[in-house]
């Protein structure tokens, strides 16, 4: 199988790193380019066998799947230079929540796919969430399947969700890391800790807890209640972390949901600007 990936910036880099990582796919079987040549011979020099191009039409010959690693703005464009190129076998499969599956499948002859990793499968954990277009056949979603799943769990998901399932997946770390970031500056400037002691004791506490919400089986509700005990010092904290908290994970979702929807305004007029707006 071969594998191509246009745009190798911090997630298709990732992507690449990972697959090799894991075993799914030997360098030679990845195909790469980007509009920055650097960093394509970056990763190619990291991964030797690894094919990289200056062209895009090169990445995608002969590829099995194809990954798009890059921003909305750039689809049209880089769509529009692959157009009679693309084989209807092919399957091409984006890694960009904003461009949806149709707007894909409009633009290219072939079976579409859409994806949203997230930083953990840097380790091969975590989830990679996935939606199929209309032409992805079972044998197809079974090929993207089996490859997502050296580097992840695949989780079907609904487009109309995708929102917010990737502020839980794929924001998620980043908002969680914030917070023990947080937790850490605080620990410091309170008592004076050592910060690396700090940052070593909280990530080491965050692994343990996040291994008992998955493996050990526990909800994020029976885990509180097991650590707090009535009138002791995590229940006192808990109580202020509610009243301080209050509302600001809505403020965050809603904050997301904002952005997303001002970008999938953005490519519809990008992709569809003349035949939506009208003369």
């Not at 970056?42 to 191009?53: E, K, W």
């Not at 010959?61 to 693309?86: A, N, Q, R, S």
């Not at 032409?135 to 090929?143: A, L």
């Not at 010092?233 to 904050?255: H, M, N, P, S, Y």
């Amino acid at each position: 199988m071969k594998v191509g990936f246009i745009g190798i910036g911090s997630m298709g880099s990732l992507l690449i790193d990972a697959f090799i990582g894991s075993g799914a796919l030997e360098p030679s079987q990845i195909k790469a380019s980007n509009r920055t040549f650097a960093k394509t011979e970056q990763i190619a020099n990291r991964h030797p066998g690894l094919q990289g191009f200056h062209s895009n039409l090169e990445t995608i010959d002969g590829c099995d799947i194809v990954f798009l690693c890059i921003k909305p703005h750039e689809y049209k464009t880089i769509v529009d230079e692959l157009l009679h190129k693309v084989q209807p076998s092919q399957i091409f499969v984006s890694i960009t929540s904003p461009v949806l599956l149709k707007q894909l499948e409009d633009r290219l002859p072939c079976k579409v796919a859409k994806v949203i990793p997230s930083i953990t499968n840097y380790i091969c954990s975590g989830a990679t969430l996935c939606m199929y277009g209309s032409r992805m056949q079972p044998d197809d979603i079974e090929k993207l399947n089996e490859l997502l799943a050296y580097i992840s769990d695949p989780l079907e998901i609904d487009e109309r969700h995708t929102r917010i399932v990737s502020d839980l997946s794929s924001c998620g770390p980043a908002f969680i890391a914030f917070v023990l970031q947080k937790f850490v500056d605080a620990a410091v400037e309170e008592t004076g800790i050592d910060r690396d002691e700090a940052a070593s004791i909280a990530c080491a506490m965050l692994s343990g807890t996040g291994q008992l919400l998955t493996d050990g089986g526990m909800t994020p509700e029976q885990l509180q209640a097991r650590v707090s005990v009535p009138g002791g010092i995590t229940a006192r904290a808990l109580q202020l972390l509610e009243q301080k908290l209050d509302g600001v994970f809505g403020e965050v979702i809603r904050t997301t949901h904002a952005k997303y929807d001002e970008d999938l305004a953005k490519v519809q007029d990008l992709l569809y600007g003349e035949e939506a707006n009208g003369p």
